[in-house]
């Protein structure tokens, strides 16, 4: 009976000291997730159009993850400057030269920023000011 005692004393340390302990992997360093999820004009800048440096760059970004149903259209939209410019397609028609920096939002972050219909994400593409 004392020694289970002494082990239900002690069993919150050692919980604090492992919890504290965290991942012993996560101290290397390496790319921010994040950086993932932007392209700036220099990594854009050797590219015509957008589509076509997405595609290089980040295909991944264009896939369709989530199928509605056979009567609604889910696909990834592009907003230029905050506005919905419409499909990927739209891409295609815009110059290198005059954009900062095209981002991804995910699913969940699409849809909690632009609302309902962003399953599949966002493209979000920030103009260069002149």
Not at 7 to 27: D, I, K, Q, T, W
Request: charge should be neutral; aromatic fraction near 8%.
């Amino acid at each position: 009976m004392r020694s289970t005692a002494r082990v239900l004393r002690v069993l919150p340390l050692l919980v604090g000291l492992a919890a504290c302990a965290g991942n012993p992997f996560s101290s290397r360093p390496g790319p921010d997730p994040r950086e993932e999820d932007i392209l700036d004009r220099d990594a854009i800048a050797h590219f015509t159009d957008a589509r076509q440096a997405v595609e290089t760059l980040r295909s991944g970004w264009l896939k369709i993850r989530v199928m509605m149903g056979p009567y609604t259209q889910s696909q990834v939209w592009v907003y230029q400057d905050g506005f919905k410019i419409g499909g990927i397609e739209r891409l295609a028609l815009m110059s290198t030269m005059e954009i900062e920096a095209i981002q991804y939002f995910d699913g969940i972050e699409a849809s909690s920023r632009w609302g309902f219909g962003h399953e599949n994400g966002v493209i979000a593409v920030t103009s260069r000011m002149r």
